[in-house]
């Protein structure tokens, strides 16, 4: 099947600094990617949904300026968290929509853990 | 908007055994997705049902969605500590956001030997 990867697979980072993670969809052109966070033991929360070559569309709640999202070519899509604070630390997964395939099929990266300290 | 409920929302099973995870929507589903994901890793897609009464098997893994499209569940046959991790269902929104995927509470399953 498709392969998405994401980069790093962990990060610890301190308090106040930003944070990148770059979701990359290995074997397919994706002109959409979505970022989505999981707490612990919790189910995924879409984040937004980030399209190449344009903005991103953020869910309800989820901060733009907080999380920033820049989808730059067809197989990379970054996640920046700006000024991480100890509750920002969670589990990242992004997805990538296949455009050659059923209109809904996802595949998902293996996700990065964010810990602030 | 869509809410999905999955019971249980957690599950011991001796190896073996057969289980059944069941995912309920709010409104009526237009796809219907299961993945299962291993603790602190991504996710593994099994099965996407669309149409009412549509049933699929893959391994010891049969997916269901009822007739009534409101109601799907994943059983396992002879559960094996392979299959230990958690079980998610994801529903499809129905227009405007297609690809947009609402995901159910989960169900965290343990095989025990």
């Known amino acids: 099947g498709a392969v998405v990867s994401q980069h790093p697979s962990r990060v610890i980072c301190k308090s106040g600094t930003s944070v990148k993670i770059e979701c990359r969809s290995l074997?397919?052109?994706?002109?959409?990617m979505f970022w989505y966070r999981q707490f612990p033991k919790k189910s995924l929360m879409l984040m937004a949904t980030?399209?190449?070559?344009?903005?991103?569309?953020?869910e309800q709640g989820v901060e733009k300026d907080k999380f920033l999202i820049n989808h730059a070519s067809l197989t990379l899509s970054t996640l920046t968290v700006t000024s991480a604070h100890p509750e920002d630390s969670s589990f990242y997964i992004c997805?990538?929509?296949?455009?050659?395939?059923?209109?809904?099929?996802?595949?998902f990266g293996p996700g990065t853990r964010l810990t602030v300290l | 908007s869509q809410e999905l409920e999955q019971s249980p929302q957690s599950l011991i099973v001796q190896e073996g055994k057969n289980l059944t995870i069941n995912c309920t929507s709010s409104?009526?589903?237009?796809?219907l997705y299961w993945y299962k994901q291993k603790y602190g890793e991504g996710l593994i897609f099994l099965m996407m049902l669309q149409k009412g009464g549509e049933e699929k098997s893959h391994e010891k893994i049969t997916a269901k969605l009822d007739e009534k499209k409101q109601q799907s569940s994943l059983h396992i046959t002879a559960s094996q500590p392979s299959h230990a991790g958690i079980y998610l269902c994801?529903?499809?929104?129905?227009?405007?956001?297609?690809?947009?995927?609402?995901f159910g509470t989960g169900t965290r399953l343990q095989v025990t030997l």
């Open positions: 409104k009526t589903l237009y796809g």
């Open positions: 074997d397919f052109q994706a002109t959409t």
């Open positions: 994801g529903a499809v929104a129905l227009t405007g956001t297609a690809s947009k995927l609402t």
């Open positions: 980030s399209n190449e070559g344009s903005k991103a569309t953020y």
């Open positions: 997805s990538a929509r296949d455009p050659t395939k059923t209109a809904d099929t996802q595949y």
